[in-house]
């Protein structure tokens, strides 16, 4: 049985790149529940994390599917405890122009990156504000800030996650709640994955962007922060 005792981490989207790094590295000190639409790869982070002596869950959901998110959390609810930390990794991008773009994909970008982080932040939010702490980090992209013109779909919905995270943080912040919003300006190194020319001093590391996470939720709460970018060293500014 799962260690009662641990505080609960919910990990939304874990992959290989930065869903697997924000796991790993939080189930050093929570009990992690770890989401995807599909079981395999969580199935193998999350044996990895109870072989080095930790707890991990995996929670099987589509998670821009409010009926099966909200099923998510019932489990995580009942197996693990209520969760003190949600990390919003979830993220859903089909690029093209406004002719390229069907309205289901549009759709399908904003259930994902928009959507889903409204109804994750429902069901975590109430446990927060009565206990009178929590944590809840989004994470965003540069077409949150500045769309490009294939961005038609990606951009506005990682804009709405942004304007989530801004209310959740006006509202909930006087509660002891800590919320941010992180905007990943650069392509993720991921094992086996070629992203053009770019060798990895040229992408951002996972493991390092999940310290500056590890970083974010542990701030003393008279100097939150409420959105940062991380961007790898080498680029032009």
């Given at each position: 049985m799962p260690d009662k005792k641990l505080p609960v981490a919910v990990v939304t989207g874990v992959g290989p790149g930065l869903g697997a790094a924000?796991?790993?590295?939080?189930?050093?000190?929570?009990?992690?529940?770890?989401?995807?639409?599909?079981?395999?790869?969580?199935?193998?982070?999350?044996?990895?994390?109870?072989?080095?002596?930790?707890?991990a869950l995996e929670t099987?959901?589509?998670?821009?599917?409010?009926?099966?998110?909200?099923?998510?959390?019932?489990?995580?609810?009942?197996?693990?405890?209520?969760?003190?930390?949600?990390?919003?990794?979830?993220?859903?991008?089909?690029?093209?122009?406004?002719?390229?773009?069907?309205?289901?994909?549009?759709?399908?970008?904003?259930?994902?990156?928009?959507?889903?982080a409204f109804v994750c932040a429902k069901e975590v939010a109430p446990h927060m504000v009565k206990h009178g702490h929590g944590v809840m980090l989004f994470t965003g992209a540069t077409a949150g800030v500045k769309a490009g013109p294939k961005s038609v779909s990606f951009g506005p919905a990682k804009f709405a996650m942004r304007g989530l995270a801004q209310s959740l943080a006006r509202d909930l912040g006087p509660k002891g709640i800590h919320v941010a919003w992180v905007n990943v300006d650069g392509s993720i190194e991921i094992p086996g994955r070629k992203v053009g020319n770019y060798t990895?001093?040229?992408?951002?590391?996972?493991?390092?962007?999940?310290?500056?996470?590890?970083?974010?939720?542990?701030?003393?709460?008279?100097?939150?922060t409420m959105e940062l970018e991380v961007r790898p060293f080498k680029e032009k500014f």
């Open positions: 924000l796991a790993r590295r939080f189930a050093k000190e929570y009990a992690v529940a770890l989401n995807a639409r599909k079981p395999d790869f969580i199935a193998s982070v999350a044996k990895e994390i109870r072989a080095a002596g930790g707890t099987i959901a589509d998670i821009g599917d409010p009926a099966q998110t909200s099923a998510m959390f019932k489990k995580i609810h009942d197996q693990l405890g209520c969760p003190e930390v949600l990390l919003y990794n979830a993220g859903s991008g089909i690029f093209g122009t406004v002719a390229d773009i069907t309205p289901a994909q549009y759709e399908s970008d904003w259930r994902v990156n928009a959507l889903g990895s001093e040229d992408m951002l590391s996972p493991d390092a962007i999940a310290e500056t996470y590890w970083h974010l939720a542990h701030q003393h709460r008279s100097a939150w």
